[in-house]
């Protein structure tokens, strides 16, 4: 994980303060994308995920053109870019979540340990037990909080005794960051906890069934800068564990938690590169665009 230096301070600041940058006379939107061309280091020698030339559409619309990245084992990586270019829709491709819309369609290659995730035979709660999912707000059950983080295990058949979830739920707590402060009331009801509480509950939830990745949708959108602080901790405790994929609007959230930064602009994957050469020497200038404030 990486600890954010000042030059990349500084551009995320004037990014997220929404300060005044001159915009050039060229408008970076108006610059040319080749289509399935990415720069910087968009594959790893050890990926989790191997994705290649996918396409998403909905209906006759294309919101994914023709992206290619490997997602590396153990690292955190932060999808950005402006609202509506594809980054979210892109995340819900990992574990499947576009299913549910009937007229999204998703198309290339798309494997996890080399499995294809869009086989016909493919067990798609299998998938979702390996491919974790925390969503932008906070989504407990309204049940009490033993039964949010022991909801997973039980469906999935992964406790045979009571003593054996009694653990998983102590332990999802205690990975979670929020057993201390729930041990005591394990039997309240999980809506009546803070907006952070709960995020950090959802997080256990997930991690109750062992999965290999996380998947985080703007994870901290809807809290305050403490719950902020606590989940990004997390994430780098959990980073040693997980796999973990993070989309934020936030670009000082991805400066301090990502290992690679991946830019999305109009349903392209326009550059890939380690976070701290994405906020101090990105190659594309579409990139630069963005991190400086010039639009998005």
Not at 66 to 86: A, Q
Not at 216 to 240: F, G, H, N, Q, Y
């Amino acid at each position: 994980m990486n600890t954010m230096n000042p030059s990349i301070s500084a551009k995320a600041d004037r990014r997220d303060q929404g300060a005044e940058i001159p915009v050039p006379q060229d408008k970076p939107e108006d610059t040319v994308i080749e289509e399935g061309k990415t720069v910087g280091k968009p594959f790893v020698n050890d990926p989790k995920f191997k994705l290649r030339n996918v396409n998403v559409s909905y209906g006759s619309d294309r919101a994914i053109k023709n992206i290619s990245i490997d997602i590396g084992k153990h690292e955190v990586i932060s999808f950005i870019g402006p609202s509506g270019c594809g980054k979210s829709t892109f995340l819900r491709c990992l574990n499947r979540m576009n299913d549910s819309i009937q007229i999204c369609r998703v198309e290339g290659q798309l494997m996890l340990d080399d499995e294809d995730i869009y086989h016909s035979k493919r067990d798609v709660v299998e998938l979702r037990a390996r491919v974790g999912m925390v969503f932008q707000k906070p989504n407990p059950f309204p049940k009490s909080i033993y039964d949010n983080v022991a909801y997973g295990p039980r469906i999935h058949g992964l406790a045979n005794r009571k003593s054996d979830l009694d653990e998983i739920v102590e332990n999802s707590l205690r990975k979670a960051g929020l057993w201390e402060e729930a041990k005591d009331r394990l039997d309240a009801i999980a809506t009546g906890m803070s907006g952070g509480q709960q995020q950090r509950l959802c997080i256990a939830r997930a991690i109750a069934v062992s999965p290999e990745v996380i998947l985080m949708d703007e994870p901290c959108s809807a809290l305050d800068p403490i719950a902020t602080a606590r989940i990004e901790e997390l994430i780098a405790d959990m980073s040693k564990s997980y796999t973990i994929v993070i989309v934020t609007h936030s670009m000082q959230q991805a400066a301090r938690v990502s290992d690679r930064t991946a830019y999305f602009h109009l349903g392209h994957l326009v550059e890939v590169n380690e976070t701290n050469k994405i906020f101090t020497s990105p190659q594309h200038e579409l990139t630069e665009s963005y991190i400086t404030g010039r639009f998005g």
